[in-house]
């Protein structure tokens, strides 16, 4: 069953969203060589905190980190490790912000450093993607013409589109209905309603969309050891269209 949600909620998922914000604007700050994916997860860790917020993952199916840090190949659920970042890398960093019962998603890819050109097209196809996403996300429409989109303009661009791990709805949990894909058919799923609160997430890879996990049973990555990259926002439908919950530009 898919949950509408009211105004007030959507409000409250909002301030969530917005400290969600001010973490992806520290960790641009602190994004370079040298700095590893656990101190930026602790940073950020301490700046929820500082916010009266916490870190929704943290516990979730025994989750240990406050973010995903996800490393050049690897799709989605990297660990925050140790290892310092390297010039050239690029890494997402995803994660839930929880602020008094309110959720928010979203997950950023960044360059480290000086990126190759073909990282560089990577980002910006992914992140272009996203908006494209978002701009079906109408009342009326369906969740398929979501995935359409994305899908038809990645594969364009010569790149693919992960299949195993989509998009979700969100709301007193992480993962709720709607299941968002990020490829398919215009025309299929549910039909978009206003108070729908859910989230767009194309991840998309240089190489095959096809992914192997590894043995700690969370990270995934492209199985053709290619660079991916990811984008997400999450998005409330409303009678004015979609409003961005996560919005880094507001």
């Given at each position: 069953m898919i949950i509408l949600k009211s105004k007030r909620e959507i409000e409250q998922m909002q301030k969530a969203g917005e400290i969600l914000v001010g973490c992806h604007k520290l960790i641009a700050s602190m994004i370079k060589p040298g700095v590893s994916t656990l101190e930026i997860d602790q940073a950020v860790e301490a700046y929820l905190k500082e916010k009266g917020a916490t870190p929704e993952q943290k516990g979730y199916r025994d989750y240990q980190y406050a973010t995903c840090a996800s490393l050049n190949d690897e799709i989605c659920h990297g660990f925050p490790r140790k290892e310092p970042l390297k010039n050239g890398d690029i890494v997402t960093i995803d994660m839930v912000v929880n602020y008094h019962g309110g959720l928010a998603d979203s997950a950023w890819t960044y360059a480290v450093g000086d990126i190759s050109a073909e990282a560089k097209k990577l980002m910006e196809v992914t992140k272009k993607a996203l908006y494209k996403g978002i701009k079906q996300a109408q009342i009326g429409n369906r969740i398929g013409d979501i995935g359409y989109a994305i899908q038809q303009y990645v594969e364009g661009e010569g790149f693919s589109v992960v299949r195993d791990f989509i998009g979700h709805g969100i709301g007193k949990v992480i993962?709720?209905?709607?299941?968002?894909?990020?490829?398919?058919?215009?025309?299929?799923?549910?039909?978009?309603?206003?108070?729908?609160?859910?989230?767009?997430?194309?991840?998309?890879?240089?190489?095959?969309?096809q992914m192997k996990m590894d043995?700690?049973?969370?990270?995934?990555?492209?199985?053709?050891?290619?660079?991916?990259?990811?984008?997400?926002?999450?998005?409330?439908?409303?009678?004015?269209?979609?409003?961005?919950l996560t919005d880094q530009d507001a």
């Amino acid at each position: 069953m898919i949950i509408l949600k009211s105004k007030r909620e959507i409000e409250q998922m909002q301030k969530a969203g917005e400290i969600l914000v001010g973490c992806h604007k520290l960790i641009a700050s602190m994004i370079k060589p040298g700095v590893s994916t656990l101190e930026i997860d602790q940073a950020v860790e301490a700046y929820l905190k500082e916010k009266g917020a916490t870190p929704e993952q943290k516990g979730y199916r025994d989750y240990q980190y406050a973010t995903c840090a996800s490393l050049n190949d690897e799709i989605c659920h990297g660990f925050p490790r140790k290892e310092p970042l390297k010039n050239g890398d690029i890494v997402t960093i995803d994660m839930v912000v929880n602020y008094h019962g309110g959720l928010a998603d979203s997950a950023w890819t960044y360059a480290v450093g000086d990126i190759s050109a073909e990282a560089k097209k990577l980002m910006e196809v992914t992140k272009k993607a996203l908006y494209k996403g978002i701009k079906q996300a109408q009342i009326g429409n369906r969740i398929g013409d979501i995935g359409y989109a994305i899908q038809q303009y990645v594969e364009g661009e010569g790149f693919s589109v992960v299949r195993d791990f989509i998009g979700h709805g969100i709301g007193k949990v992480i993962h709720e209905k709607p299941e968002v894909p990020h490829f398919g058919l215009p025309g299929k799923g549910p039909r978009i309603k206003e108070g729908m609160v859910f989230t767009i997430e194309p991840m998309v890879n240089i190489g095959d969309y096809q992914m192997k996990m590894d043995n700690n049973g969370w990270t995934a990555r492209t199985r053709d050891g290619k660079l991916s990259a990811q984008y997400e926002h999450t998005i409330a439908i409303t009678s004015d269209g979609p409003i961005i919950l996560t919005d880094q530009d507001a």
